[in-house]
């Protein structure tokens, strides 16, 4: 896979005509869910092994296999998988607008400075389901947008898409879960998913 061209500033947003050929290669399909939001999906020709992370006492109706894990075990194996997932380059794309996303947010993050910088620049932005690029350095202010997302997202609107740059790998991270995975290659599923497996 081809990386984003360097040089753009970390937390950018990026046209999401620049992400369509990073999606196209890994066999992501977009599909309308609901009115607000949109859900993508690896094409199962592609994918090798396929993943959910369920909250304790939740019935999920998905035919792959979940595992079941407590609601503080859900958010830090989460966190721990995009961690894992994260190479250098992560693409972050809203199942609804961002605006939903920073408003849910807002609380936990307002003490992030990094967070808050990127914030105030960022309204123009908030209509808009555009790629958020997260670089190399952007690693922690990212994992802390996933672990608010997860505490404080209330629905699926406010859910991201996680997708590397050089890794085949989707991830859908909603608010108390499910979080799914996609993996093109079990090499990749077998190094990530030791951040939810025993």
Not at 64 to 77: D, G, M, P
């Amino acid at each position: 896979m081809q990386p984003v061209p360097a040089g753009i500033r970390s937390l950018e947003f990026l046209p999401e005509q620049e992400i369509a050929g990073l999606l196209a290669e890994l066999g992501v399909t977009k599909t309308p869910q609901g009115e607000a939001c949109v859900r993508l999906e690896m094409d199962s020709a592609r994918c090798d092994e396929q993943d959910c992370l369920c909250r304790d006492g939740s019935s999920e109706d998905t035919n792959v296999q979940c595992c079941f894990l407590s609601e503080e075990r859900l958010i830090e194996a989460t966190c721990e998988a995009a961690r894992r997932i994260h190479q250098g380059q992560t693409v972050l794309i809203p199942a609804g607008k961002w605006r939903s996303v920073f408003d849910a947010v807002a609380f936990s993050m307002a003490t992030n400075e990094v967070w808050q910088e990127f914030d105030a620049s960022a309204t123009t932005m908030l209509n808009t389901r555009d790629p958020l690029l997260c670089e190399s350095g952007d690693e922690q202010v990212m994992i802390d947008l996933i672990h608010a997302i997860m505490r404080d997202g209330e629905s699926v609107e406010q859910s991201v898409f996680l997708v590397p740059t050089g890794t085949p790998v989707l991830m859908h991270i909603q608010p108390a879960g499910p979080v799914r995975l996609w993996f093109g290659t079990q090499v990749t599923a077998d190094e990530v998913s030791g951040a939810y497996k025993d």
